[in-house]
Each structure stands twice: as structure tokens, then as C-alpha cells.
């Protein structure tokens, strides 16, 4: 088992700059890129047909909370 607490390696955690869930601001930390950018992308993408809401929601209680 590996324990991703101090070995240094990326991990996909749910953002203490959270607006709602802290899924965006999650990813923006993962990829390195500004958190506002990930909200505009996902509230644009919600423009077009999709399971978008769907994916945010099971994002926010798959993703490990980054505080613990």
C-alpha cells in the first residue's frame, strides 16, 4: 500500500478553495492552473447535453477531502 501523504506524488484531493465541493478547485491544483479556470470551463460546459452535474456530484463524494 502506498501512503500519498508523504511521498510527494500528485494526488487528486477536493480543494480547501471551494465554492461548493471543492471538485474544481481540486483539479485546478492537480493540473496547476488557476481554479477560476476550471469554474468557467465547467459552468460552459453546462451549456451542452451531459451528465455534467451527475460527474461533479460523484466527484465530490469519491474525491478525498484535501484538509484530512
Known amino acids: 500500500m502506498n501512503d500519498y501523504a508523504g511521498s510527494g506524488a500528485k494526488r ?3 480543494s480547501e478553495d471551494r465554492w461548493i465541493g471543492g ?3 481540486g483539479i485546478a ?3 496547476g492552473v ?3 479556470v ?3 470551463l465547467f459552468v460552459a460546459s453546462m451549456l451542452l447535453p451531459g451528465p455534467q452535474v ?3 456530484v460523484i466527484m465530490w463524494f ?3 477531502d484535501a484538509r484530512a
Do not use: S
Open 23 to 25: 471538485v474544481c478547485g
Open 62 to 64: 469519491v474525491m478525498p
Open 12 to 14: 487528486l484531493a477536493r
Open 29 to 31: 491544483n492537480y493540473f
Open 38 to 40: 476550471v469554474r468557467i
Open 54 to 56: 451527475l460527474l461533479y
Open 34 to 36: 488557476d481554479p477560476v
